[in-house]
């Protein structure tokens, strides 16, 4: 029920007809009832009227009108006068009935109770009054036709004043409901106007769109025709920040009001204090011609205070002269004070933002800038098929004017190289420091040649212009096109690969990337590949020394490597990662070397002792390679004894813990020991020891390694060690 209220109230707050469709329905309600109440007559021993012929007629016609009110009528499109009318008739009837069915003594009588009660309730303040004085005076007939005129008169004066105090009772509870439905009406669409603007605020808006929104807010609320929120921004002049029209195009933001002599603006900005002008046409202060150009003849405004300094002004305009509301200025005072809480908050969080966003030495975009803004233009001109091109821009031996000259001096070139960039690139090029002595340049529709060209007009300017303390400075850049990529970190490397080529080949030049540009790039990773491999090399040696040192282990490690990267292919592996497997195979054994020979060597079995110490060869390679091979590779090597039940060594891994990786490597390992001859055990041969590794499934040896093992080997050796 609390809910049908509610939506009810909802209902009658969105629709202005509402109210008097409800009337309409409630009154036709009225006459149902007294219809039925009409037949029901009879009955009582008072009444001596036959129900036949008009009793029966109006109770008839009176169920027919409750029907079509209630069912039919659509009230809103209804004239005026037509509740007013529908009551006066039932004023009529209830004396007609009252009439034939006994006068004073009828309890139809009662009835004119209720229409007194519809028209408190429903018509308006001199519509209601009517209906009670013609209540009151059907109410005294029935005693003028069974008594005396005299008595009749006594009758209507006792009436009327008791109707009347039902009525005024009823009118003024009604007119509080109303005026309490309209506050909270009022302060429903505040809340509206405040969360909205909160909203605007909490989502980063721009400061315009907020003050656009507060404007808006502001005049709707006052029922206004236009809203605006301008700054102080000289003593003789205003700037618009947020404005709204009900109708026509409203001021942009950015438009400058000179603040006119004897104008309500000087006043605000003087005295700060809100001002009015009801009527523009009339003598007296004049609002902005701006506004009276457009239409306007009345306005009101009010200060706006920002962290306790006056800021600007919250105003609203309407075109028909004195129709703002009286108390227009209070509003627009409390309004003016979230106004002035949003534009401090929203002026902060841009502050926030300008320094999370921008270098504080140049005033450009920063890193974290810059790559926000690649990431949505490259995305941008995938889909509209635009071109874009990014340049990395570095100051050559800049550390030498550093050195020279002091970090005061740096920070001046810097600022200076950023100004030369800057003077040379368009307004829509993002330009960004993104490192001590290194720039970016995000150059949205520009192809690479075309890029080029406004790089190498920079660096020539830059070349020959005068630095603080005589310095002479230089640029490097890179460009690419983002033809040979879409991804932002692909094409940052590519320019970032270009800018190391132009350092490469003399400095103070401009170079685009191309494969060929890269191919020569890399020879600094060649050198790292060279010594990377060299290290190998080395521990590779040291693995076949460990191997030569017991002759049944001879060339183990190569066989094992062999046979994982075989292992490796069978499970699909990319070639690159069978070559990782292969090269971590070679030396998975390094850590035998700090075994000692009596150990290693020996020919019966080991003591628990002794086999703790060959279970820290695991550790061992693991740390002998760590500066060579990758963080995977050296994991598959310390897990090449680790089993999925969980007792292998060195930690005891169990099930999906154990890398694919490291499995193959221990699948490999464990077969080459079991098909190879030892002075302890003769070699199986392949049948015998698939049939052991498929024994040991789920315990030495994953599904997937053995699965790998049998595939390799092939129908030839299939399902005998499964009988």
């Not at 605006?228 to 942009?252: K, Y």
């Not at 933001?253 to 605000?268: D, L, N, T």
């Amino acid at each position: 029920m609390g809910h049908q209220v509610d939506r009810l109230a909802a209902h009658l707050r969105s629709t202005p007809d509402a109210e008097r469709s409800l009337a309409g329905r409630v009154g036709g309600a009225l006459w149902f009832f007294a219809a039925l109440a009409t037949i029901a007559l009879p009955l009582f021993p008072q009444v001596d009227t036959p129900l036949y012929p008009w009793p029966l007629l109006w109770a008839a016609g009176a169920l027919a009108w409750g029907i079509c009110s209630v069912f039919v009528v659509d009230w809103p499109r209804m004239p005026g006068w037509a509740l007013p009318a529908a009551s006066a008739a039932a004023v009529v009837v209830i004396a007609a009935i009252t009439h034939l069915t006994g006068g004073v003594d009828s309890p139809a009588r009662l009835y004119i109770l209720f229409t007194l009660a519809y028209a408190a309730c429903f018509l308006g303040v001199w519509q209601a009054t009517g209906i009670t004085v013609a209540c009151a005076v059907v109410w005294a007939l029935p005693v003028l036709d069974d008594r005396s005129a005299a008595t009749a008169f006594g009758e209507l004066a006792m009436a009327l004043p008791t109707f009347a105090v039902v009525t005024t009772v009823l009118l003024t509870g009604r007119q509080l409901l109303t005026s309490m439905r309209q506050a909270a009406d009022d302060l429903s669409e505040e809340h509206h106007a405040l969360r909205s603007i909160a909203t605007a605020v909490a989502a980063g808006q721009r400061p315009e769109a907020v003050c656009s929104l507060a404007a808006e807010q502001a005049g709707r609320l006052l029922r206004a025709d236009g809203g605006g929120i301008l700054r102080f921004d000289a003593d003789d002049e205003l700037v618009v920040v947020g404005s709204w029209q009900r109708t026509g195009t409203a001021v942009p933001p950015g438009v400058r009001i000179a603040i006119e002599p004897g104008s309500p603006m000087e006043g605000i900005r003087q005295d700060g204090r809100s001002r009015r002008r009801d009527d523009a046409t009339a003598p007296g202060e004049r609002p902005a011609q701006i506004l009276v150009d457009q239409g306007f003849t009345a306005w009101a405004g009010t200060p706006v205070h920002v962290r306790g300094r006056l800021w600007g002004v919250l105003c609203v305009t309407a075109i028909v002269a004195h129709s703002l509301p009286a108390d227009a200025e209070q509003h627009l005072s409390e309004f003016a004070e979230l106004v002035g809480m949003a534009i401090a908050n929203t002026e902060e969080a841009a502050r926030l933002n300008a320094d999370a966003t921008t270098d504080p030495l140049t005033g450009l975009a920063n890193h974290r800038a810059f790559q926000e803004r690649l990431r949505a233009e490259l995305a941008r001109a995938e889909r509209h098929g635009r071109c874009l091109s990014v340049a990395l821009v570095d100051v050559d031996r800049f550390k030498t004017i550093n050195d020279a000259g002091g970090h005061g001096l740096g920070d001046e070139v810097l600022q200076a190289v950023a100004q030369h960039l800057r003077d040379h690139l368009r307004t829509e090029d993002v330009l960004a420091r993104i490192g001590g002595d290194e720039f970016a340049v995000l150059l949205p529709e520009v192809r690479g040649q075309d890029a080029v060209a406004a790089l190498e007009r920079a660096r020539r300017t830059i070349e020959r212009a005068p630095f603080v303390g005589g310095a002479r400075v230089t640029i490097s850049a890179g460009v690419c096109d983002a033809l040979h990529s879409g991804d932002a970190a692909t094409l940052t490397r590519y320019a970032d690969g270009a800018l190391y080529w132009s350092k490469e080949h003399g400095r103070n030049r401009v170079s685009t990337y191309d494969p060929e540009t890269i191919h020569e790039l890399s020879a600094a990773e060649r050198l790292q590949h060279l010594q990377r491999s060299q290290a190998l090399v080395g521990i590779r040696a040291l693995a076949r020394a460990i191997d030569a040192r017991d002759p049944s282990t001879s060339e183990h490690s190569e066989r094992v490597a062999k046979l994982a990267a075989r292992l490796a292919e069978q499970r699909g592996w990319a070639p690159d990662r069978v070559a990782l497997l292969h090269e971590a195979a070679l030396v998975h054994d390094v850590g035998k070397i700090g075994v000692p020979d009596a150990i290693l060597l020996k020919p019966s079995r080991l003591t628990r002792e002794e086999y703790e110490v060959i279970q820290g060869h695991a550790q061992m390679s693991a740390r002998i390679v760590e500066e060579v091979l990758d963080a995977e590779q050296v994991d598959w090597i310390l897990s090449h004894h680790e089993r999925p039940d969980g007792l292998g060594y060195p930690r005891g891994l169990v099930g999906d813990a154990l890398t694919e990786g490291a499995a193959l490597l221990a699948a490999a390992d464990a077969f080459d020991v079991m098909v190879s001859a030892r002075p302890y055990s003769p070699g199986r041969s392949i049948d015998e020891a698939l049939r052991e590794c498929h024994a040991l499934v789920g315990q030495q040896f994953t599904a997937a390694a053995f699965a790998a093992l049998e595939g390799m080997y092939g129908p030839a050796h299939a399902l005998r060690y499964a009988a």
